[in-house]
């Protein structure tokens, strides 16, 4: 934006902090109408946790470990093409007015993540109409293969609506949905699984049936009121968009123009922090998947029949929920991330050596209940990370694509390690991997922490110099738009 441009839109002031009561109830405002039906959407993506599906499919232990494998390849093949193509279709708007651009839009919010539910929601209920294991095998891979656009494209939906410290409280809700669904799920499955016989089918598959049904019909709503891209916004007054744009400009890029080019991907791709986010997701993935994924498998190996297990996963999944809210409450308060990261696998570490350490069904349970306010809570602080820290607007987007992808890559050999001949003594070898996955993860995290730490420190000395502080003007729109997160000016969130 030109200093003249600037000061006719009300340029923002270096003592400006963005935290007025008007600036406040705007950010309510977007609270209110993107964080209920986005996590609701979200919720509804995790409600596919269940028991007896191999065994009426006549499906092989091993086959089944293999179904929930094959989710997670189409998951991993569409992840950056889905975000990729989200952010090019964004038309980007006029720093000035919020004018519209000369890009065309193939698709906005409003469109493409009801249309991701939707088409989740018909594969659900496929699912649930699967009589043999090619089926089931199928079925999972377009499973993850709709479901694979829907994480990365609202965290970048958020990441123009808000700035880069506003935005891991919001992605910290955001995720606590899939926290909450399985706790819902568990009351969900006992509920419609009391269904068998009904209409000649099996209790797991009215499950997945109405579980698809009622995730279609959100979805139809959905489309009248996900909102779509900040400058066409109708809930948002002309001047609250305005503010919207200075809030933006202030601290990140997301009000800035940018083409969509190829030197953004190649940024991500040749970008050592973008590949330890994915890292770092890689070893938290792993235990998060196999714990939600084998968490009734678990509990029924206590002593527990199915339905009763079913049950059984409400209280840890609702402690994983509230662990989230109050840790990244916290974090967002101190502005810290990696320490309380490292601190959740910590804690999930404890739970698994509890896990691997007794047989008896109390203490085995207590270690359930860690290792998932640990596992849920250091993914809901991680998944925030290269939001808050990855600019320009392109890299973001695949940075965040390409944590996902290689996250879930982490995920596939969970659900292949938690398999039968592992099952002996509790799943006590899987769980002993699984400590090593945390470990590793706190290897990244400890990485993260300590190169960001050094540059921001490094560029604190840069800032100060006279001699190189004309050579990048930090009020330069064009070097943030080039540089990104690279320029001088720019500080890491760590």
């Known amino acids: 934006m030109s200093t003249k441009a600037a000061s006719e839109k009300g340029s923002i002031s270096s003592t400006d902090n963005f935290d007025t009561p008007e600036d406040r109830a705007l950010v309510r405002k977007i609270d209110f109408r993107l964080i209920p039906i986005l996590t609701l959407l979200y919720l509804l993506s995790f409600l596919d946790r269940i028991l007896g ?6 499906v092989s232990a091993p086959g089944y470990n293999t179904s929930l494998a094959l989710y997670f390849v189409g998951y991993v093949l569409f992840e950056v093409p889905a975000n990729v193509y989200c952010v090019r279709a964004e038309v980007f708007v006029h720093i000035d007015s919020f004018s519209h651009h000369d890009r065309l839009k193939r698709l906005d919010p409003q469109i493409w993540l009801p249309s991701l539910t939707l088409f989740w929601g018909i594969v659900s209920i496929c699912q649930g109409l699967v009589t043999n294991k090619a089926g089931l095998f199928g079925i999972r891979f377009l499973l993850g293969v709709s479901e694979a656009g829907l994480f990365p494209g609202v965290i970048y939906v958020f990441s123009v609506y808000y700035r880069r410290h506003e935005r891991s409280w919001r992605v910290a809700i955001f995720f606590g949905g899939a926290a909450l669904a399985g706790a819902f799920g568990g009351i969900l499955a006992f509920a419609i699984g009391k269904m068998d016989g009904v209409g000649g089918h099996k209790g797991w598959q009215w499950i997945f049936i109405i579980e698809g049904i009622i995730t279609v019909v959100i979805s139809l709503l959905a489309y009248f009121i996900v909102p779509t891209w900040p400058y066409k916004a109708k809930f ?4 609250e968009k ?7 400009n202030a601290d990140s890029d997301a009000g800035l123009i940018e083409h969509f080019e190829w030197v953004y991907v190649r940024q991500a791709l040749t970008d050592h922090l973008v590949w330890a986010y994915a890292f770092l997701f890689h070893g938290f993935a792993f ?7 084998f968490l009734p498998t678990i509990i029924a190996g206590l002593g527990f029949q199915s339905w009763q297990a079913q049950l059984m996963t409400v209280p840890p999944n609702s402690l994983a929920a509230i662990s989230i809210w109050l840790t990244v409450w916290w974090s967002s308060r ?3 991330r990696a320490p309380l990261i490292i601190g959740s ?16 069904a109390g203490p085995q349970y207590l270690g359930v209940h860690l290792a998932a306010a640990g596992i849920y809570t250091g993914n809901a602080l991680l998944l925030s990370w290269p939001g808050e820290n990855v600019s320009a607007q392109t890299k973001r987007a695949v940075a965040v694509a390409m944590q996902i992808t290689i996250g879930d890559i982490g995920a596939i ?3 292949l390690v938690y398999r039968p001949n592992l099952a002996g003594n509790h799943y006590r070898e899987p769980h002993i991997i699984a400590i090593g996955y ?12 300590t190169w960001m730490t050094r540059e921001n420190r490094r560029r604190d000395r840069l800032e100060g110099n006279k001699d190189t502080k004309e050579v990048y003007d930090p009020s330069s729109a064009e070097d943030k738009q080039r540089l990104g997160d690279r320029h001088p000016s720019y500080r890491y969130v760590i």
Do not use: P
């Not at 599906?53 to 006549?58: I, N």
């Not at 948002?236 to 001047?239: C, P």
């Open 53 to 58: 599906l191999a065994t009426d499919l006549h």
């Open 236 to 239: 948002l007054t002309e001047s």
């Open 242 to 248: 305005a503010r919207l744009l200075q809030r933006l």
């Open 287 to 293: 235990v998060l998947y196999s714990l939600s994924l």
């Open 334 to 336: 101190i502005d810290r």
């Open 345 to 360: 696998a910590g804690v999930a570490i404890i739970g698994y050596i509890i896990l691997i350490s007794t047989g008896k």
């Open 413 to 415: 050999s969970g659900v």
């Open 438 to 449: 945390l470990v590793f993860a706190v290897l990244i995290a400890l990485y993260l922490y």
